[in-house]
Protein backbone atom coordinates (compact mmCIF):
# COMPACT_ATOMS: atom_id res chain seq x y z
CA UNK A 1 0.00 0.00 0.00
CA UNK A 2 1.28 3.10 -0.75
CA UNK A 3 1.69 5.92 1.73
CA UNK A 4 -0.21 8.86 2.78
CA UNK A 5 0.88 11.30 5.07
CA UNK A 6 -0.25 10.00 8.42
CA UNK A 7 0.35 6.45 7.21
CA UNK A 8 4.22 7.81 6.87
CA UNK A 9 4.29 8.81 10.25
CA UNK A 10 2.65 6.32 12.14
CA UNK A 11 4.59 3.86 10.16
CA UNK A 12 8.06 5.53 11.28
CA UNK A 13 6.60 5.31 14.68
CA UNK A 14 6.87 1.83 14.74
CA UNK A 15 10.21 1.59 13.41
CA UNK A 16 11.73 4.44 15.92
CA UNK A 17 9.54 2.66 18.90
CA UNK A 18 11.97 3.96 22.11
CA UNK A 19 13.54 7.20 20.40
CA UNK A 20 12.48 10.76 20.92
CA UNK A 21 9.83 11.96 17.99
CA UNK A 22 9.88 16.25 19.61
CA UNK A 23 10.72 18.41 22.16
CA UNK A 24 9.09 21.04 23.28
CA UNK A 25 10.32 23.96 25.95
CA UNK A 26 7.72 23.78 29.22
CA UNK A 27 8.86 24.42 32.79
CA UNK A 28 11.87 25.94 31.85
CA UNK A 29 13.67 23.07 30.37
CA UNK A 30 12.81 21.01 26.70
CA UNK A 31 11.16 18.07 27.62
CA UNK A 32 10.85 14.21 25.26
CA UNK A 33 7.74 13.46 23.69
CA UNK A 34 8.38 9.64 21.95
CA UNK A 35 7.30 8.29 18.71
CA UNK A 36 4.96 6.09 20.28
CA UNK A 37 3.38 9.47 22.15
CA UNK A 38 3.45 11.16 18.95
CA UNK A 39 1.10 8.08 17.41
CA UNK A 40 -0.98 8.08 20.28
CA UNK A 41 -2.00 11.66 20.09
CA UNK A 42 -2.50 11.24 16.45
CA UNK A 43 -4.70 8.87 16.53
CA UNK A 44 -6.61 10.63 19.49
CA UNK A 45 -7.03 13.97 17.75
CA UNK A 46 -8.50 11.69 14.72
CA UNK A 47 -11.12 9.68 16.52
CA UNK A 48 -12.00 12.94 18.06
CA UNK A 49 -12.76 14.57 14.63
CA UNK A 50 -14.45 11.66 13.69
CA UNK A 51 -16.68 12.17 16.50
CA UNK A 52 -17.18 15.49 15.94
CA UNK A 53 -18.64 14.29 12.21
CA UNK A 54 -15.74 15.54 10.06
CA UNK A 55 -15.99 13.19 6.88
CA UNK A 56 -13.39 12.44 4.11
CA UNK A 57 -12.42 15.37 2.02
CA UNK A 58 -13.80 18.01 4.16
CA UNK A 59 -11.50 20.75 5.27
CA UNK A 60 -10.53 21.94 8.93
CA UNK A 61 -7.97 24.67 9.83
CA UNK A 62 -5.05 24.87 12.02
CA UNK A 63 -4.11 28.54 13.23
CA UNK A 64 -1.27 28.43 15.56
CA UNK A 65 2.42 28.94 16.34
CA UNK A 66 4.98 26.10 16.18
CA UNK A 67 4.30 23.23 18.65
CA UNK A 68 3.56 19.58 18.60
CA UNK A 69 -0.58 19.97 18.63
CA UNK A 70 0.13 21.58 15.39
CA UNK A 71 1.57 18.13 14.24
CA UNK A 72 -0.90 16.38 16.04
CA UNK A 73 -4.26 18.64 14.39
CA UNK A 74 -2.79 17.85 10.92
CA UNK A 75 -1.69 14.46 10.92
CA UNK A 76 -5.28 13.94 12.50
CA UNK A 77 -7.50 15.66 10.57
CA UNK A 78 -5.94 13.66 7.49
CA UNK A 79 -6.07 10.28 9.03
CA UNK A 80 -9.58 11.42 9.90
CA UNK A 81 -9.90 11.49 5.96
CA UNK A 82 -9.82 15.51 6.14
CA UNK A 83 -7.60 18.09 4.37
CA UNK A 84 -5.60 20.42 6.58
CA UNK A 85 -6.11 24.30 5.99
CA UNK A 86 -3.18 25.82 7.36
CA UNK A 87 -3.40 29.31 8.45
CA UNK A 88 -0.88 32.13 9.86
CA UNK A 89 -1.55 33.04 13.07
CA UNK A 90 0.30 36.76 12.48
CA UNK A 91 -2.80 36.99 9.71
CA UNK A 92 -5.29 39.76 9.59
CA UNK A 93 -9.06 38.80 10.63
CA UNK A 94 -9.94 40.06 7.55
CA UNK A 95 -7.33 37.26 5.68
CA UNK A 96 -8.40 34.59 8.43
CA UNK A 97 -12.03 35.16 7.78
CA UNK A 98 -11.42 34.68 4.09
CA UNK A 99 -9.26 31.81 3.93
CA UNK A 100 -11.78 29.76 6.64
CA UNK A 101 -14.87 31.06 4.41
CA UNK A 102 -13.12 30.13 0.87
CA UNK A 103 -11.97 27.09 2.40
CA UNK A 104 -15.24 25.67 4.22
CA UNK A 105 -13.68 24.98 6.75
CA UNK A 106 -15.81 23.12 9.20
CA UNK A 107 -13.27 22.94 12.61
CA UNK A 108 -10.62 25.45 13.24
CA UNK A 109 -7.54 24.91 15.83
CA UNK A 110 -6.21 27.89 17.41
CA UNK A 111 -4.25 28.91 20.65
CA UNK A 112 -5.28 32.29 21.08
CA UNK A 113 -8.44 32.88 23.14
CA UNK A 114 -8.28 36.94 23.21
CA UNK A 115 -8.46 35.99 18.80
CA UNK A 116 -11.26 33.84 19.77
CA UNK A 117 -13.22 36.32 20.85
CA UNK A 118 -12.67 38.26 17.86
CA UNK A 119 -13.78 35.12 15.32
CA UNK A 120 -16.93 35.04 17.68
CA UNK A 121 -18.10 37.99 16.93
CA UNK A 122 -17.44 37.77 13.40
CA UNK A 123 -19.19 34.17 13.28
CA UNK A 124 -22.37 35.42 10.77
CA UNK A 125 -18.99 35.60 8.03
CA UNK A 126 -17.91 31.63 8.34
CA UNK A 127 -21.60 30.13 8.33
CA UNK A 128 -19.66 26.39 7.62
CA UNK A 129 -17.68 26.63 10.37
CA UNK A 130 -18.64 24.61 13.06
CA UNK A 131 -16.41 24.38 16.12
CA UNK A 132 -13.24 25.95 17.27
CA UNK A 133 -10.73 23.84 19.47
CA UNK A 134 -8.98 26.18 21.67
CA UNK A 135 -5.70 24.67 22.36
CA UNK A 136 -4.87 26.75 25.81
CA UNK A 137 -7.53 28.14 28.26
CA UNK A 138 -10.94 27.87 27.57
CA UNK A 139 -13.68 30.19 26.41
CA UNK A 140 -17.68 30.00 27.78
CA UNK A 141 -18.86 30.13 24.23
CA UNK A 142 -21.27 27.22 22.09
CA UNK A 143 -18.77 27.62 19.55
CA UNK A 144 -15.06 27.21 21.25
CA UNK A 145 -14.51 23.53 22.95
CA UNK A 146 -11.34 23.66 24.56
CA UNK A 147 -8.45 20.91 23.77
CA UNK A 148 -9.21 18.44 27.44
CA UNK A 149 -12.81 18.54 25.70
CA UNK A 150 -11.69 17.89 22.45
CA UNK A 151 -9.45 15.11 23.39
CA UNK A 152 -12.30 13.22 25.31
CA UNK A 153 -14.32 12.94 22.51
CA UNK A 154 -12.08 10.07 21.38
CA UNK A 155 -13.48 7.87 23.32
CA UNK A 156 -16.71 7.98 21.50
CA UNK A 157 -15.56 6.27 18.18
CA UNK A 158 -13.37 3.22 17.93
CA UNK A 159 -10.12 2.80 17.11
CA UNK A 160 -10.94 0.45 14.17
CA UNK A 161 -13.11 3.56 12.66
CA UNK A 162 -10.15 5.37 12.65
CA UNK A 163 -7.67 2.84 11.10
CA UNK A 164 -10.43 2.27 8.40
CA UNK A 165 -10.35 5.89 7.08
CA UNK A 166 -6.26 5.55 7.55
CA UNK A 167 -6.80 2.36 5.24
CA UNK A 168 -8.93 4.06 2.95
CA UNK A 169 -6.91 7.00 2.67
CA UNK A 170 -5.31 7.39 -1.53
CA UNK A 171 -1.82 8.54 -2.21
CA UNK A 172 -3.51 11.06 -4.91
CA UNK A 173 -6.13 12.80 -3.11
CA UNK A 174 -5.64 16.23 -1.77
CA UNK A 175 -4.03 16.45 1.66
CA UNK A 176 -4.12 20.10 2.22
CA UNK A 177 -4.95 23.60 0.94
CA UNK A 178 -1.93 26.13 1.19
CA UNK A 179 -2.64 29.16 0.40
CA UNK A 180 -0.25 31.29 -1.14
CA UNK A 181 0.42 34.25 0.81
CA UNK A 182 2.08 35.98 -2.20
CA UNK A 183 2.96 39.18 -2.72
CA UNK A 184 -0.33 40.55 -4.21
CA UNK A 185 -3.66 39.70 -5.01
CA UNK A 186 -6.16 37.35 -2.53
CA UNK A 187 -4.84 34.22 -1.23
CA UNK A 188 -5.87 31.60 -2.99
CA UNK A 189 -5.59 27.80 -2.11
CA UNK A 190 -3.25 25.46 -4.02
CA UNK A 191 -4.73 22.13 -3.45
CA UNK A 192 -1.50 19.53 -2.61
CA UNK A 193 -2.15 15.87 -2.50
CA UNK A 194 -0.63 13.46 -0.64
CA UNK A 195 1.71 12.53 -3.59
CA UNK A 196 2.70 15.96 -4.44
CA UNK A 197 4.41 16.54 -0.92
CA UNK A 198 5.27 12.71 -0.28
CA UNK A 199 6.99 13.03 -3.97
CA UNK A 200 9.16 15.97 -2.78
CA UNK A 201 9.98 14.79 0.41
CA UNK A 202 11.29 11.58 -0.75
CA UNK A 203 13.58 13.37 -3.83
CA UNK A 204 14.92 15.72 -1.12
CA UNK A 205 15.84 13.02 1.00
CA UNK A 206 18.32 11.50 -1.47
CA UNK A 207 20.03 14.51 -1.85
CA UNK A 208 21.01 15.79 1.78
CA UNK A 209 21.72 12.95 4.12
CA UNK A 210 19.96 13.07 7.38
CA UNK A 211 19.11 10.64 9.93
CA UNK A 212 17.46 9.60 13.16
CA UNK A 213 21.04 10.94 14.82
CA UNK A 214 20.09 14.53 13.40
CA UNK A 215 17.98 17.13 15.62
CA UNK A 216 16.49 20.03 13.97
CA UNK A 217 15.16 23.28 15.60
CA UNK A 218 12.28 24.56 13.99
CA UNK A 219 10.90 28.30 14.08
CA UNK A 220 9.71 28.83 10.33
CA UNK A 221 6.11 29.05 10.38
CA UNK A 222 4.43 25.84 9.87
CA UNK A 223 1.68 27.19 7.88
CA UNK A 224 4.48 27.85 4.73
CA UNK A 225 5.18 24.67 2.76
CA UNK A 226 9.05 25.06 3.44
CA UNK A 227 8.81 24.56 6.86
CA UNK A 228 6.20 21.91 6.53
CA UNK A 229 7.99 19.93 4.25
CA UNK A 230 11.26 20.53 4.89
CA UNK A 231 11.22 20.95 8.87
CA UNK A 232 8.14 18.32 9.73
CA UNK A 233 7.58 15.89 7.09
CA UNK A 234 11.21 15.63 5.36
CA UNK A 235 12.49 15.52 9.35
CA UNK A 236 9.91 12.76 10.65
CA UNK A 237 10.24 11.03 7.19
CA UNK A 238 13.74 10.61 7.99
CA UNK A 239 13.42 9.93 11.50
CA UNK A 240 14.88 12.94 13.15
CA UNK A 241 13.92 14.59 15.94
CA UNK A 242 12.34 18.14 16.00
CA UNK A 243 12.73 20.56 18.48
CA UNK A 244 10.07 23.41 18.75
CA UNK A 245 11.78 27.11 19.54
CA UNK A 246 9.85 29.13 22.03
CA UNK A 247 9.60 32.00 19.45
CA UNK A 248 11.41 34.04 16.85
CA UNK A 249 13.22 35.93 19.38
CA UNK A 250 14.60 33.04 21.24
CA UNK A 251 16.15 31.22 18.25
CA UNK A 252 19.57 32.17 19.40
CA UNK A 253 18.77 31.06 23.15
CA UNK A 254 17.11 27.77 21.90
CA UNK A 255 20.22 26.88 19.45
CA UNK A 256 22.20 26.93 22.65
CA UNK A 257 19.90 24.21 24.45
CA UNK A 258 19.11 21.61 21.62
CA UNK A 259 22.71 21.60 19.66
CA UNK A 260 21.09 21.35 16.97
CA UNK A 261 22.97 19.68 13.70
CA UNK A 262 20.32 21.05 10.87
CA UNK A 263 18.57 24.50 10.99
CA UNK A 264 15.72 25.40 8.12
CA UNK A 265 15.50 29.05 7.78
CA UNK A 266 14.67 32.06 5.87
CA UNK A 267 17.46 34.34 4.39
CA UNK A 268 16.83 36.66 6.91
CA UNK A 269 17.70 34.75 9.79
CA UNK A 270 21.26 34.05 8.07
CA UNK A 271 21.66 37.59 7.19
CA UNK A 272 21.23 38.99 10.51
CA UNK A 273 23.81 36.56 11.93
CA UNK A 274 26.33 37.52 9.17
CA UNK A 275 25.53 41.38 10.55
CA UNK A 276 26.02 40.43 13.98
CA UNK A 277 29.57 38.39 13.27
CA UNK A 278 30.88 41.51 11.62
CA UNK A 279 29.56 44.11 14.22
CA UNK A 280 30.98 42.24 16.99
CA UNK A 281 34.48 41.52 15.12
CA UNK A 282 34.30 45.79 14.18
CA UNK A 283 33.71 46.15 17.49
CA UNK A 284 36.32 43.65 19.25
CA UNK A 285 40.29 44.04 19.94
CA UNK A 286 42.13 45.12 16.89
CA UNK A 287 44.07 41.47 17.51
CA UNK A 288 41.20 39.21 17.44
CA UNK A 289 40.06 41.39 14.31
CA UNK A 290 43.17 41.08 12.79
CA UNK A 291 42.78 37.24 13.35
CA UNK A 292 39.04 37.02 11.74
CA UNK A 293 40.01 39.01 8.68
CA UNK A 294 42.81 37.04 8.07
CA UNK A 295 40.86 33.16 8.96
CA UNK A 296 37.84 34.77 6.42
CA UNK A 297 40.60 35.61 3.63
CA UNK A 298 42.01 32.02 3.85
CA UNK A 299 38.05 30.75 4.28
CA UNK A 300 37.49 32.46 0.78
CA UNK A 301 40.24 31.39 -1.09
CA UNK A 302 39.76 27.47 0.12
CA UNK A 303 35.72 28.36 -0.85
CA UNK A 304 36.87 29.64 -4.69
CA UNK A 305 39.07 26.14 -4.66
CA UNK A 306 36.22 24.37 -3.94
CA UNK A 307 33.96 26.21 -6.54
CA UNK A 308 36.70 25.39 -9.43
CA UNK A 309 37.16 21.83 -8.36
CA UNK A 310 40.84 22.36 -7.60
CA UNK A 311 42.95 20.98 -3.94
CA UNK A 312 43.18 24.17 -2.15
CA UNK A 313 46.74 22.54 -1.13
CA UNK A 314 48.58 21.06 1.94
CA UNK A 315 49.26 24.72 3.01
CA UNK A 316 45.99 26.30 3.14
CA UNK A 317 44.13 22.99 4.53
CA UNK A 318 46.49 23.44 7.41
CA UNK A 319 45.56 26.89 7.95
CA UNK A 320 42.10 26.46 7.82
CA UNK A 321 42.69 23.84 10.30
CA UNK A 322 44.19 26.25 12.50
CA UNK A 323 41.70 29.01 11.46
CA UNK A 324 38.99 26.56 11.98
CA UNK A 325 39.90 26.18 16.17
CA UNK A 326 41.14 29.80 17.23
CA UNK A 327 38.40 31.72 14.97
CA UNK A 328 35.31 29.76 13.46
CA UNK A 329 34.73 27.55 16.53
CA UNK A 330 33.48 30.28 18.40
CA UNK A 331 30.71 30.81 15.72
CA UNK A 332 29.64 27.13 16.40
CA UNK A 333 29.75 27.09 19.81
CA UNK A 334 26.75 29.90 19.36
CA UNK A 335 24.64 27.69 17.16
CA UNK A 336 24.91 25.06 19.44
CA UNK A 337 27.90 23.38 18.22
CA UNK A 338 27.06 20.18 16.32
CA UNK A 339 25.54 22.49 13.36
CA UNK A 340 26.18 20.28 10.34
CA UNK A 341 24.90 22.73 8.06
CA UNK A 342 21.82 25.20 7.45
CA UNK A 343 18.82 25.10 4.73
CA UNK A 344 17.89 28.15 3.41
CA UNK A 345 14.53 28.50 1.14
CA UNK A 346 11.73 30.90 0.93
CA UNK A 347 13.57 34.01 -0.42
CA UNK A 348 16.83 34.63 -2.35
CA UNK A 349 20.16 34.24 -0.13
CA UNK A 350 22.91 37.04 -0.66
CA UNK A 351 25.94 35.08 -2.40
CA UNK A 352 28.34 37.09 -0.12
CA UNK A 353 26.51 35.52 2.69
CA UNK A 354 26.83 32.09 1.86
CA UNK A 355 30.44 32.43 1.11
CA UNK A 356 30.84 33.95 4.27
CA UNK A 357 29.27 30.98 6.47
CA UNK A 358 31.09 28.49 4.05
CA UNK A 359 34.60 30.30 4.76
CA UNK A 360 33.44 29.24 8.60
CA UNK A 361 32.75 25.52 7.40
CA UNK A 362 29.05 25.77 7.87
CA UNK A 363 27.63 25.30 4.54
CA UNK A 364 24.22 26.75 3.99
CA UNK A 365 22.68 24.69 1.18
CA UNK A 366 19.97 27.14 -0.73
CA UNK A 367 16.85 25.98 -2.34
CA UNK A 368 13.94 27.27 -4.61
CA UNK A 369 10.51 26.03 -4.65
CA UNK A 370 7.08 27.75 -4.32
CA UNK A 371 3.62 26.43 -2.68
CA UNK A 372 2.40 25.14 -6.01
CA UNK A 373 5.56 22.75 -6.34
CA UNK A 374 5.40 21.74 -2.66
CA UNK A 375 7.50 23.06 -2.48
CA UNK A 376 11.23 22.24 -3.93
CA UNK A 377 12.12 22.82 -7.50
CA UNK A 378 15.90 22.74 -7.32
CA UNK A 379 18.38 22.40 -4.21
CA UNK A 380 21.81 22.61 -3.73
CA UNK A 381 23.81 19.63 -1.59
CA UNK A 382 26.83 17.67 -0.45
CA UNK A 383 29.26 17.80 -3.60
CA UNK A 384 26.63 19.74 -5.69
CA UNK A 385 27.20 23.13 -3.93
CA UNK A 386 27.31 26.37 -6.36
CA UNK A 387 27.47 29.59 -4.37
CA UNK A 388 24.98 32.18 -6.20
CA UNK A 389 22.51 29.66 -7.83
CA UNK A 390 19.44 27.25 -6.33
CA UNK A 391 20.83 24.13 -6.92
CA UNK A 392 20.19 21.55 -9.47
CA UNK A 393 16.49 20.47 -10.19
CA UNK A 394 14.72 17.37 -8.50
CA UNK A 395 15.51 14.37 -10.36
CA UNK A 396 11.83 13.38 -10.31
CA UNK A 397 10.98 17.09 -11.97
CA UNK A 398 11.52 18.44 -16.09
CA UNK A 399 12.23 22.54 -16.00
CA UNK A 400 12.39 24.54 -18.97
CA UNK A 401 12.76 28.46 -19.31
CA UNK A 402 10.13 29.49 -21.45
CA UNK A 403 10.64 32.38 -24.82
CA UNK A 404 10.28 35.43 -22.15
CA UNK A 405 12.41 33.63 -19.34
CA UNK A 406 10.20 32.58 -17.41
CA UNK A 407 10.81 28.60 -15.57
CA UNK A 408 8.45 26.10 -16.59
CA UNK A 409 8.00 23.05 -14.36
CA UNK A 410 6.62 19.27 -14.73
CA UNK A 411 6.59 16.81 -12.41
CA UNK A 412 4.89 15.04 -9.51
CA UNK A 413 4.89 17.65 -6.97
CA UNK A 414 3.37 20.33 -9.36
CA UNK A 415 -0.41 20.89 -7.30
CA UNK A 416 -3.86 20.18 -9.03
CA UNK A 417 -4.95 23.54 -9.29
CA UNK A 418 -6.30 26.61 -7.02
CA UNK A 419 -9.22 25.61 -5.25
CA UNK A 420 -12.50 26.55 -6.93
CA UNK A 421 -10.63 28.97 -8.80
CA UNK A 422 -10.77 26.77 -12.72
CA UNK A 423 -9.34 30.07 -14.56
CA UNK A 424 -6.48 30.50 -12.50
CA UNK A 425 -5.83 27.25 -12.54
CA UNK A 426 -5.92 27.41 -16.72
CA UNK A 427 -3.49 30.63 -16.21
CA UNK A 428 -0.95 28.55 -14.09
CA UNK A 429 -1.08 24.62 -15.48
CA UNK A 430 -0.52 24.70 -19.00
CA UNK A 431 0.44 20.73 -20.26
CA UNK A 432 0.65 20.02 -17.10
CA UNK A 433 3.71 22.62 -17.30
CA UNK A 434 3.61 24.90 -14.11
CA UNK A 435 4.22 28.86 -14.41
CA UNK A 436 6.06 29.91 -11.64
CA UNK A 437 6.36 33.45 -12.47
CA UNK A 438 9.89 33.52 -12.01
CA UNK A 439 12.97 34.65 -14.59
CA UNK A 440 15.33 31.99 -14.39
CA UNK A 441 18.37 30.81 -16.38
CA UNK A 442 20.15 27.26 -16.00
CA UNK A 443 24.12 27.21 -16.67
CA UNK A 444 25.96 24.76 -18.76
CA UNK A 445 26.02 22.73 -15.54
CA UNK A 446 22.74 22.35 -14.68
CA UNK A 447 22.61 25.03 -11.87
CA UNK A 448 19.56 26.73 -11.81
CA UNK A 449 19.70 30.85 -11.63
CA UNK A 450 16.49 33.22 -10.38
CA UNK A 451 16.75 36.29 -11.58
CA UNK A 452 13.38 37.58 -9.98
CA UNK A 453 10.61 37.67 -10.10
CA UNK A 454 8.37 37.97 -13.42
CA UNK A 455 5.76 40.65 -12.04
CA UNK A 456 8.74 42.82 -9.95
CA UNK A 457 11.01 43.50 -13.42
CA UNK A 458 11.70 47.35 -13.59
CA UNK A 459 11.37 48.57 -16.69
CA UNK A 460 12.89 52.58 -16.38
CA UNK A 461 11.88 54.99 -18.42
CA UNK A 462 14.59 54.91 -20.43
CA UNK A 463 13.99 51.12 -21.30
CA UNK A 464 16.37 49.32 -19.10
CA UNK A 465 15.07 45.97 -17.39
CA UNK A 466 16.08 46.00 -14.14
CA UNK A 467 15.85 43.05 -11.40
CA UNK A 468 15.49 44.83 -8.20
CA UNK A 469 16.46 41.56 -6.22
CA UNK A 470 19.69 41.26 -7.35
CA UNK A 471 20.38 45.28 -6.27
CA UNK A 472 18.84 44.55 -3.09
CA UNK A 473 20.90 41.50 -2.13
CA UNK A 474 24.15 43.07 -3.07
CA UNK A 475 22.81 46.02 -0.68
CA UNK A 476 21.82 43.93 1.90
CA UNK A 477 25.16 42.37 2.71
CA UNK A 478 26.03 45.52 4.57
CA UNK A 479 26.10 45.75 8.27
CA UNK A 480 24.30 48.83 8.24
CA UNK A 481 21.58 48.07 6.21
CA UNK A 482 18.90 45.43 7.30
CA UNK A 483 16.28 45.73 4.37
CA UNK A 484 15.26 47.85 1.46
CA UNK A 485 13.07 47.92 -1.52
CA UNK A 486 14.04 49.32 -4.74
CA UNK A 487 11.98 51.83 -7.00
CA UNK A 488 12.24 52.84 -10.39
CA UNK A 489 9.40 51.83 -13.17
CA UNK A 490 8.78 53.80 -15.94
CA UNK A 491 11.00 56.45 -14.12
CA UNK A 492 14.32 58.04 -15.16
CA UNK A 493 16.31 56.29 -12.47
CA UNK A 494 16.16 53.88 -9.57
CA UNK A 495 15.87 55.18 -6.16
CA UNK A 496 15.04 52.54 -2.58
CA UNK A 497 13.35 52.98 1.16
CA UNK A 498 15.82 51.91 2.96
CA UNK A 499 15.99 50.49 6.74
CA UNK A 500 18.88 50.27 8.51
CA UNK A 501 20.43 48.30 10.59
CA UNK A 502 19.85 49.94 14.42
CA UNK A 503 21.71 47.92 16.65
CA UNK A 504 25.01 48.41 14.13
CA UNK A 505 23.81 52.01 13.69
CA UNK A 506 23.20 53.08 17.56
CA UNK A 507 27.06 51.91 17.95
CA UNK A 508 27.82 53.62 14.88
CA UNK A 509 26.28 57.23 16.69
CA UNK A 510 27.80 55.81 20.31
CA UNK A 511 31.28 55.80 18.52
CA UNK A 512 30.90 58.99 16.43
CA UNK A 513 29.60 60.85 19.59
CA UNK A 514 26.11 61.75 17.96
CA UNK A 515 23.40 62.68 19.94
CA UNK A 516 19.67 61.36 19.29
CA UNK A 517 16.68 60.56 21.13
CA UNK A 518 14.73 58.07 19.37
CA UNK A 519 15.35 56.06 15.70
CA UNK A 520 13.00 59.04 14.36
CA UNK A 521 15.86 61.24 15.27
CA UNK A 522 18.63 59.09 14.45
CA UNK A 523 17.89 58.37 10.93
CA UNK A 524 17.64 62.51 10.05
CA UNK A 525 20.90 63.28 11.28
CA UNK A 526 22.93 64.50 8.50
CA UNK A 527 25.69 61.88 9.57
CA UNK A 528 24.20 58.92 9.58
CA UNK A 529 22.28 59.71 5.82
CA UNK A 530 26.31 60.80 4.73
CA UNK A 531 27.04 57.35 6.09
CA UNK A 532 24.74 54.85 4.58
CA UNK A 533 25.35 57.35 0.90
CA UNK A 534 28.70 56.17 1.21
CA UNK A 535 28.48 52.63 1.88
CA UNK A 536 25.79 52.21 -0.55
CA UNK A 537 28.16 53.74 -3.48
CA UNK A 538 30.63 51.65 -2.25
CA UNK A 539 28.52 48.44 -3.10
CA UNK A 540 27.30 49.53 -6.14
CA UNK A 541 30.48 50.76 -7.79
CA UNK A 542 30.57 47.81 -10.00
CA UNK A 543 27.04 47.89 -11.37
CA UNK A 544 26.39 49.96 -14.66
CA UNK A 545 24.52 53.17 -14.15
CA UNK A 546 21.16 52.60 -14.73
CA UNK A 547 20.89 49.93 -11.94
CA UNK A 548 22.72 52.38 -9.27
CA UNK A 549 20.51 53.85 -6.48
CA UNK A 550 20.57 57.82 -7.10
CA UNK A 551 18.55 58.19 -4.34
CA UNK A 552 17.42 57.10 -0.96
CA UNK A 553 14.96 57.49 1.80
CA UNK A 554 15.92 56.35 4.84
CA UNK A 555 13.34 54.77 6.74
CA UNK A 556 12.73 54.75 11.18
CA UNK A 557 11.18 51.38 11.02
CA UNK A 558 11.53 48.02 9.43
CA UNK A 559 8.61 46.49 6.95
CA UNK A 560 6.08 45.03 8.93
CA UNK A 561 3.84 41.92 8.34
CA UNK A 562 0.69 42.95 10.39
CA UNK A 563 0.46 46.01 7.99
CA UNK A 564 0.91 43.95 5.23
CA UNK A 565 4.14 45.11 3.65
CA UNK A 566 5.65 41.46 4.12
CA UNK A 567 4.96 37.73 4.03
CA UNK A 568 5.06 35.49 6.54
CA UNK A 569 8.41 34.27 5.33
CA UNK A 570 9.51 38.16 4.74
CA UNK A 571 8.81 38.31 1.54
CA UNK A 572 7.97 42.32 0.40
CA UNK A 573 5.29 43.10 -0.77
CA UNK A 574 6.15 45.73 -3.61
CA UNK A 575 2.89 46.51 -4.25
CA UNK A 576 1.47 47.42 -0.88
CA UNK A 577 4.84 49.17 0.36
CA UNK A 578 4.80 51.37 -2.76
CA UNK A 579 1.44 52.79 -2.14
CA UNK A 580 1.78 52.51 1.64
CA UNK A 581 4.98 55.11 1.18
CA UNK A 582 3.74 56.97 -2.35
CA UNK A 583 4.18 60.33 -0.92
CA UNK A 584 7.38 59.24 0.16
CA UNK A 585 8.86 57.99 -3.06
CA UNK A 586 7.23 60.63 -5.27
CA UNK A 587 9.04 63.49 -3.01
CA UNK A 588 12.36 61.21 -3.54
CA UNK A 589 11.94 61.87 -7.56
CA UNK A 590 10.55 65.47 -7.17
CA UNK A 591 13.32 67.80 -8.91
CA UNK A 592 15.50 69.55 -6.76
CA UNK A 593 18.95 70.28 -8.82
CA UNK A 594 21.47 68.28 -9.70
CA UNK A 595 22.79 65.22 -7.43
CA UNK A 596 22.32 63.46 -4.44
CA UNK A 597 19.20 64.23 -2.96
CA UNK A 598 18.78 61.58 0.07
CA UNK A 599 16.05 61.76 2.78
CA UNK A 600 14.64 60.21 5.65
CA UNK A 601 11.57 59.63 7.53
CA UNK A 602 10.44 58.76 10.58
CA UNK A 603 7.34 56.82 10.94
CA UNK A 604 5.42 57.43 13.47
CA UNK A 605 2.30 54.16 15.27
CA UNK A 606 3.38 52.79 11.39
CA UNK A 607 1.13 54.72 9.54
CA UNK A 608 1.69 58.30 10.45
CA UNK A 609 4.72 59.55 8.36
CA UNK A 610 6.82 62.29 8.94
CA UNK A 611 9.92 64.33 7.21
Same mark, same amino acid.
Given at each position: ?????????????????????????????????????????????????????????????????????????????????????????????????????????????????????????????????????????????????????????????????????????????????????????????????????????????????????????????????????????????????????????????????????????????????????????????????????????????????????????????????????????????????????????????????????????????????????????????????? +???? *?????? $??????? @?? %?? !?? #?????????????????????????????????????????????????????????????????????????? +???? *?????? $??????? @?? %?? !?? #??????????????????????????????????????????????????????????????????????????????????????????? @??????????????
Amino acid at each position: MKDTLPRMVLRQSERFNGRVAMRRKQGGRYRDISWEQLAEKVRIYGRALLTLGLKNNQHAAIMAPNRPEWVWADLGIMAAGGRTVPVYHTEALKTILHILRDSQSRFLFTHSASFVAELVDESDQVPKLEKIILLEGSVDHPLVMSLEDFRALAEKTKVEKLEKCLAAGKREEVATLVYTSGTTGTPKGAMLTHDNILSNVEASSHLIQISDSDECLSFLPLSHIFERMAGYYLMLHQGVTISYAESIDTVPANLAEIHPTIVVSVPRLYEKMYNRVLERVSTGPWLKKQLFFLALKAGKAKVACQQRGVDPGFGLNLAMAIFSKLVFAKLQERLGGKLRFFVSGGAPLVCEIAEFFLAAGIPIYEGYGLTETSPVIAVNYPGHHR +LGSV *GQPLQN $LEVRIAE @DG %EL !LV #KGPSVFQGYWQLPEQTAEALEDGWFHTGDIAEIDTDGYLHITDRKKDLIVTAGGKNVAPQEIENILKADRYISS +LMVY *GDRKPY $LTALVVP @DF %EA !LT #KYAAFKKIDFLDHCDLVNHPQILNLIRRRIDQLQQDLPNYKKIRRFTLLSRDFIGDKGEVTPTLKLRRKTISQRFSAIIENIYRPEGEGIH @DTSFCIIDHDEQQG
